[in-house]
């Protein structure tokens, strides 16, 4: 009689991540010796995903913009020209990671810089999620957003803000949170943002805005107790997340490691907001945009009295 194999709790992330990947490598060798087995392993990873992981994301590779390329071959060569512009922007900009929640915001983000180009941007995307990833959650994450549109933010008052920011346990998500919150950043200028660009005893995040013809740079400021937050909970924690991860991310990456090492958040986009989606859950028991978080900022500065609050958010 076959006896089941022990599996030991892992007691800290170090011992979770080399857990990881033994059962990853193990799963690896069964398919190769046992390829038969490959749908029952496919059905039970997609049970234990669905019920365990808040969403996903899909990692974009420059195989599938090259294959988007290929596929608008048939085009007329202005129409494949524009496609390609806009969909070559969109993974650079979220961080070659894609889910549904950060396409929503992503397509607002834009259509509060340029509506005509969240449009174009939002064909380009809905072309290549439907022929390339195939997805159909994603494709129908966003909408084409009509020039004219305009996104309304949810309303948000500073006791919600902060019961969300109580309730989420992950240090990383907390930071995360809690910079949207008090810098009233985009959260890819966040995602997007080196460590080097935070500085704690200033307490500024710097923060630099290229597009096409220009690059300029700006700063947002943090509270006293964000900065002690980052300096003695979040910082050690990513420092240690590096180097258990750096191996790991060695291998997928290649020579992508010291980018990915400089990233004031090391983490997937997807894995943050489900740590803070769960937090709304709990706190609040409904969710909205982290992109509403730039409209609290510029509401509660302009009740403290900052001049012209409702119009310092950087919009290009």
Same mark, same amino acid.
């Given at each position: 009689?076959? @006896? ?12 979770? *991540? ?24 496919? @059905? ?36 494949? #020209? ?6 070559? +922007?969109?993974? #650079?900009?979220?961080?070659?990671? =894609?889910?549904?929640?950060? =396409? @929503? ?27 390339? $990833? ?18 309304? !933010? ?8 902060? !019961? ?8 990383? *998500? ?23 660009? =935070? ?24 509270? *006293? ?68 978080? +730039?409209?609290?900022? !510029? ?9 012209? *609050?409702?119009?310092? $958010?950087?919009?290009?």
């Amino acid at each position: 009689m076959l @006896q089941q194999p022990t599996v030991r709790e892992p007691q800290s992330l170090g011992e979770a *991540a080399i857990a990881l990947d033994q059962h990853v490598r193990g799963l690896e060798l069964v398919l190769e010796k046992y390829p038969q087995l490959s749908n029952i392993a496919y @059905q039970k990873l997609a049970e234990l995903l669905k019920s365990k992981v808040r969403g996903y994301s899909v990692t974009v590779t420059r195989e599938h913009v090259e294959a988007f390329e290929k596929l608008l071959k048939s085009k007329a060569p202005k129409t494949r #020209e524009e496609r390609m512009r806009y969909l070559r +922007r969109a993974p #650079e900009d979220l961080g070659w990671e =894609l889910s549904a929640e950060r =396409l @929503q915001e992503y397509i607002a983000e834009l259509s509060e810089e340029s509506p005509g180009v969240a449009q174009h941007t939002a064909k380009a995307l809905k072309l290549f999620i439907k022929h390339v $990833l195939r997805d159909p959650n994603f494709y129908n994450a966003f909408k084409t957003p009509r020039v004219e549109l305009s996104l309304a !933010a949810e309303p948000l008052t500073l006791e919600e803000v902060r !019961a969300v920011a109580r309730a989420i346990e992950w240090p990383p *998500a907390k930071a995360y949170f809690a910079l949207l919150a008090e810098t009233g950043l985009r959260p890819s200028e966040i995602l997007n943002a080196r460590i080097q660009d =935070l500085d704690l005893n200033e307490r500024i995040l710097k923060v630099m805005k290229a597009n096409n013809t220009t690059k300029r740079s700006y700063i947002a400021f943090f509270s *006293a107790k964000l900065r002690d937050h980052l300096r003695e909970e979040y910082l050690p924690y990513r420092d240690e997340f590096i180097e258990v991860r750096e191996a790991s991310v060695r291998n997928l990456l290649k020579e992508g490691v010291a980018e990915w090492k400089s990233l004031l958040f090391p983490f997937k986009d997807s894995a943050l907001r489900a740590a803070i989606y769960d937090a709304m859950d709990r706190a609040l028991g409904r969710r909205f945009r982290l992109y509403d978080l +730039r409209a609290f900022y !510029a509401s509660y500065m302009s009740l403290k009295g900052v001049p012209g *609050a409702s119009k310092a $958010l950087p919009s290009s």
